[in-house]
């Protein structure tokens, strides 16, 4: 009975999933549309309180189900006889994935991480780590790992005989869209079950590491870019905390960086700044201009010295995660902390720092600075 589901729980589903509906004009009829397919209905599609209602037989028919009406019970009943045929179609692909050596084990579960393929990881895997992993895979739809970085390449470079099992450390070469990122190495042990070989343990704790550390660099990169040029980021490693599916890091950052602007006055908060006295001139006291005046002399000064020369900005900063069953950390879940002057870390908050506001939002801050300096 597990194919039969009651169309209350599953036709919100099926709507969600696959149903396109589209009300092209006020006159014009909502259409329903299966997998690119227009389908023909008895009774029209119809927007309710903005919702599409639509006829569930006519949905779950061209989906290759068959829908029964009980009248004692008045409930819909939904059969999907395909259902048996895609999981035994799906028993088949992992018998033959079914890894024949140790060496070959390994190398199908580093080339599924690095497609991030978790369907392929999850084949390769020993009967206790499917167990542990299925759950979180199938809510990520099988899709392990970031977009960025990414596993550029890896290799094999240590196999030992451990008694019945083997272990091997494996290293990755990571990248992002700005070139090479660094690399790690994980150690995954590898047993029999049968006649083929299963990935039985991983060992992530430099990879995890390294992937925080990545996040740490990601976040620098997107805090200074926009408005500075980036001479170079140093990231050092303090501490490193993994407690069952949860990971923290601790580093000591530091950003050699300078302005990214030809000279002082295109900098957004100087803009801002010169813009307020070019526009209130007029209407300023003697004194107050002075007091603008000056100000923006000021800035010129300490701005051409950041022009000049790169400045070294020293952060301590603290990333945690959640990690997925196959020890790569679920993006997602990621939470950055920085240290204050007494050594309590924060939560760091992207709108509260000036440095992720927009050219047009600094220099608006610059013009409201000038505004309160004369008390207007």
């Known amino acids: ?48 309180n ?8 006519q949905v779950v028919e061209a989906l290759g189900a068959e829908v029964k009406w009980d009248e004692r019970t008045r409930q ?58 299925h759950s979180d895979l199938e809510s990520r739809g099988w899709v392990t790992g970031v977009s960025s970085p990414w596993v550029e390449r890896f290799e094999i470079i240590k196999e030992t005989q451990a008694g019945s099992a083997r272990e091997y450390e494996v290293r990755f070469y990571w990248a992002t869209s700005t070139g090479p990122a660094g690399d790690s190495t994980t150690k995954v042990t590898v047993r029999q079950y049968g006649e083929n070989w299963y990935v039985s343990q991983i060992q992530n704790d430099g990879f995890i590491a390294e992937q ?40 000591k950052t530091t950003v ?27 209407n300023l006291t003697p004194e107050q201009i002075r007091k603008i ?32 069953g196959m020890g790569v950390i679920k993006k997602d879940t990621v939470e950055i902390f920085y240290e204050d002057p007494i050594g309590k870390y924060l939560p760091v908050k992207k709108e509260d720092w000036p440095a992720f506001k927009t050219a047009e939002e600094l220099e608006k801050l610059g013009y409201e600075e000038m505004r309160e300096l004369v008390g207007r």
């Open 1 to 48: 009975m597990r194919n039969k589901l009651i169309a209350a729980a599953l036709v919100t589903v099926l709507l969600a999933a696959v149903l396109t509906a589209a009300a092209l004009a006020e006159v014009s009829p909502v259409q329903l549309v299966v997998n690119g397919r227009v389908i023909e209905t008895d009774v029209p599609p119809q927007l309710v």
């Open 50 to 57: 903005g919702r599409t209602i639509a006829p569930v037989r």
């Open 76 to 133: 819909v009943w939904i059969y999907s006889p395909e259902l048996d045929s895609l999981q035994r179609q799906i028993t088949l692909l992992q018998k033959a994935l079914a890894p024949a050596t140790p060496r070959d084990a390994v190398g199908k579960w580093a080339k599924g991480l690095k497609e991030r393929n978790g369907a392929l990881q999850f084949a390769v895997l020993a009967p206790e780590l499917q167990e542990q992993s």
């Open 212 to 251: 925080l550390k990545m996040q740490a660099r990601e976040y620098l990169t997107q805090k200074y870019r926009q408005h500075y040029r980036i001479d170079r980021i140093e990231i050092t490693p303090l501490a490193m905390n993994i407690a069952g599916s949860r990971a923290e890091a601790e580093f």
């Open 256 to 282: 050699w960086h300078a302005i990214a602007c030809a000279t002082p006055a295109e900098w957004p908060p100087q803009k801002g700044r010169i813009k307020y006295l070019e526009e209130n001139r007029q």
């Open 293 to 324: 005046e000056e100000r923006i002399d000021f800035w010129n000064k300490e701005l051409q010295g950041y022009i000049d020369k790169p400045i070294e900005v020293n952060e301590f900063l603290k990333f945690t995660a959640d990690l997925d």
